[in-house]
């Protein structure tokens, strides 16, 4: 996550409305800790996001791709990425 952390934060401010009903990050920074804080993980493709997201318990496997992206802790990049924010 350490070398996606810029992206993955410029793209968690502009779209944390998903996960949250009102903002926990006002600024980069804070949406940087807050992704550091809840352990956020950066994954290159969907076939790593689905291993990360089985590897933390949850049952993933009856979920299409489609199905996957549409999770609310899953945040898409502009780099063709994903993040996954943990509970």
């Known amino acids: ?4 952390i810029d992206e993955c934060a410029k793209v968690f401010l ?5 996960l949250f009903d009102e903002p ?11 992704l550091e804080d809840c352990m956020a993980v950066y994954c290159k ?14 049952d993933v496997s009856e979920l299409s791709n489609d199905e996957l992206l549409e ?7 502009d ?5 996954f924010v943990e509970g």
């Open 71 to 77: 999770q609310l802790e899953v945040f898409k990049l």
């Open 14 to 18: 502009r779209d944390q409305k998903q």
């Open 45 to 58: 493709d969907i076939k790593e996001l689905r291993e990360v997201m089985d590897d933390e318990g949850m």
């Open 1 to 4: 996550m350490d070398k996606h």
């Open 24 to 34: 926990v990050a006002y600024d980069l920074d804070e949406a940087k800790e807050f």
């Open 79 to 83: 780099n063709g990425g994903y993040f």
